[in-house]
């Protein structure tokens, strides 16, 4: 665990990026001596909050591009992930030799607490709201953090020391690490992603594996076993390496064995809980529970925490969330699901028949996958966003195809046609970024858009009644 302050103090350090994390950033590179400056390529009519935020601090900023305010005198820069590899602003960082880092880059410098990072392709939010849910049940003092919404500089500036802190990292936060090595890191699955990002899905997964670049003798990993190249990968690590799989029993970590999950490991074999009574339904959220408590379990936590902590975990928003049931038909709210991974996951997870509302900025992988899971479960499909065309050309010999403009549209277009018994299911394959703020927003106005109709429509029968 470092404790790294003079990384900070004294030195100019610009932040891109002025969402949660560039803010909770400045705050701390203000709090351990350093001056921050934050840039926002926004115009200053769509930052007011964050603009006047930064003034309180005392933190001065621009916004509407990059300038090189960013890089003159500086020590370094501080990127956000979304701005792209290719910006001008990080081309004349490197033609200047200016070091570049990520938020949680800096903030494990000033981090006095143990970390645990979980990553993969799909599961990242589940599983990591769940590990903090077993730690804390167990009695740990935790807080969870990263991409999951919390910044981690937000925690790290509360000056505690915690117990564990519980990350969620993206393959977008691990780019720019250079110390960052966390105590135990979970490993939990791999699938082609943000493939708009990456030139190939080997620079992706090159990108996730980082999380291992300062694994060490006394770092503790789990890893899925059921994932051939993760498996292999897991052998050549010089840490102590535990496993979670689905299928087999592992040599150490976590499996089912039948309908129950087992640990096994230096306590030996320890029966945790039955399948069927995990809170968190469906095929993942199960490989999500072994891999939380195989990590959990690895680090020293109780049986009877880490079984409690599986038992009253009920998900997160916006994973498989219900929202209502409106005439007999329940909509889900997934809009987490970001890219075609998880949606395969989701429609074997909610009843069928299943309307499916889809579409968003598109990230360059294949829909061919939900292709086997249509003619089963998949009535019909309403589509939104720039990912339209891609989506209705892969599926639509499978299913009708309708496309709205809003996500209110789509809602009472997949009312229309649905039917008693049936799903309304969101879960969109594609990242928000084309029409809302983040995923968050667009399940927000989801759930907002089905309320609304839940109103309606029962307002209509009291209408008629009378």
């Keep these: 665990m470092p404790n790294r302050p003079e990384r900070i103090k004294g030195k100019k350090v610009a932040i891109l990026g002025m969402a949660r994390s560039g803010l909770a950033l400045a705050r701390l590179v203000k ?6 400056f934050v840039s926002d390529q926004k115009p200053a009519s769509d930052l007011a909050e964050p603009i006047a935020e930064l003034k309180k601090l005392g933190v001065p900023c621009e916004t509407g591009g990059h300038t090189q305010a960013c890089w003159e005198g500086k020590d370094f820069l501080v990127i956000s992930p979304g701005v792209p590899k290719d910006a001008p602003v990080l081309k004349e960082a490197q033609k200047r030799a200016l070091p570049v880092f990520g938020e949680v880059e800096v903030a494990f410098w000033l981090c006095p607490s143990p970390i645990a990072a979980v990553t993969g392709s799909n599961g990242k939010t589940t599983t990591t709201a769940l590990l903090g849910n077993i730690f804390s049940s167990s009695g740990y003092s935790c807080r969870v953090a990263g991409n999951i919404g919390l910044p981690f500089s937000a925690v790290v500036a ?3 020391d915690y117990q564990m802190i519980v990350l969620e990292i993206s393959s977008f936060q691990l780019e720019y690490i250079e110390e960052f090595s966390p105590e135990l890191s979970l490993f939990l699955n791999l699938s082609p992603d943000h493939l708009d990002r990456y030139a190939s899905y080997e620079e992706y997964r090159a990108a996730k594996l980082r999380i291992f670049e300062n694994f060490a003798p006394g770092k503790k990993t789990v890893v899925n076993y059921d994932d051939p190249f993760l498996r292999e990968y897991a052998q050549g690590l010089k840490g102590e390496v535990y496993f979670f799989s689905m299928k087999e029993k592992v040599p150490q970590g976590a499996y089912l064995e039948g309908e129950t999950l087992v640990f096994t490991g230096p306590q030996g074999k320890i029966p945790l809980a039955k399948k069927d009574q995990l809170p968190i339904k469906g095929p993942h959220n199960c490989a999500n529970a072994l891999a939380a408590a195989a990590a959990a379990l690895a680090w020293g936590a109780p049986k009877d925490g880490v079984i409690k902590g599986l038992l009253s975990f009920s998900g997160v928003p916006h994973r498989l969330e219900p929202v209502a049931e409106v005439n007999g038909i329940k909509f889900i709210n997934d809009s987490k699901a970001t890219n075609v991974d998880s949606v395969w996951y989701a429609l074997q997870s909610v009843a069928p028949p299943i309307v499916w509302i889809a579409g968003g900025k598109d990230k360059g992988g294949s829909y061919a996958p939900l292709r086997e899971l249509f003619p089963q479960r998949v009535k019909a499909m309403v589509l939104i966003g720039q990912a339209r065309p891609l989506i209705r050309k892969a599926l639509e010999d499978l299913a009708p195809a309708y496309e709205t403009k809003t996500l209110p549209e789509a809602v009472e277009k997949a009312y ?32 907002k858009s089905v309320l609304e109709l839940k109103r309606k429509t029962e307002q209509k029968w009291t209408t008629a009644g009378a």
């Design 31 to 36: 709090d351990f001596g350093g001056t921050p």
């Design 158 to 160: 509360d000056k505690k």
């Design 416 to 447: 229309e046609l649905s039917a008693k018994g049936d799903t309304v299911l969101l879960s969109p394959a594609c990242s928000s970024f084309d029409m809302f703020s983040n995923f968050e927003e667009r399940g927000d106005i989801f759930k």
